[in-house]
């Protein structure tokens, strides 16, 4: 599944760490080890000896996926852009965003409850025709 996901979003826990920076670290493993599994699992790899850096092989990951990481400290947001191994968010701005959404349309907030919900959630987008058999004449949109 991570090796077909295009946006992957991961979200800080500071229920599990007593400070911002261990919260960050934690961000920080789980991103990179998504790229190592990306970077595995990829049917560009070839077996043996690779002469290119991880950092390399890190952003060449990063070029098939977004992984967008909170980050809570902006200390930690200078090891993240110099790396250039995923898009950040720092937490005030991640609020700031969710607000502004609710803020224009107020439906919103029940879909931003669901995706930031406690209990682990799956969401896989799809484009219409690979789900149903409909023949697309015209721009079609939920907006009408």
Not at 88 to 101: D, F, G, I, K, R
Request: one cysteine or more; proline letters at 1%.
């Amino acid at each position: 599944m991570l090796t077909l996901s295009q946006q992957i979003l991961i979200l800080a826990d500071e229920s599990l760490e007593d400070s911002v920076v261990h919260s960050d670290s934690r961000s920080l493993a789980t991103l990179l080890l998504i790229r190592d599994i990306q970077e595995a699992k990829s049917p560009l790899r070839y077996a043996g000896f690779s002469h290119s850096s991880w950092i390399r092989e890190m952003q060449q990951a990063s070029d098939k996926s977004i992984i967008i990481s909170e980050i809570l400290d902006s200390r930690t947001r200078n090891l993240v852009s110099v790396s250039r191994i995923s898009d950040y968010v720092l937490s005030n701005e991640l609020v700031s965003m969710a607000l502004a959404m609710v803020a224009e349309d107020k439906q919103i907030n029940r879909v931003l409850e669901e995706l930031f919900a406690e209990e682990v959630l799956l969401l896989a987008l799809s484009q219409l025709h690979h789900l149903a058999r409909i023949k697309i004449t015209a721009c079609q949109s939920f907006f009408l």
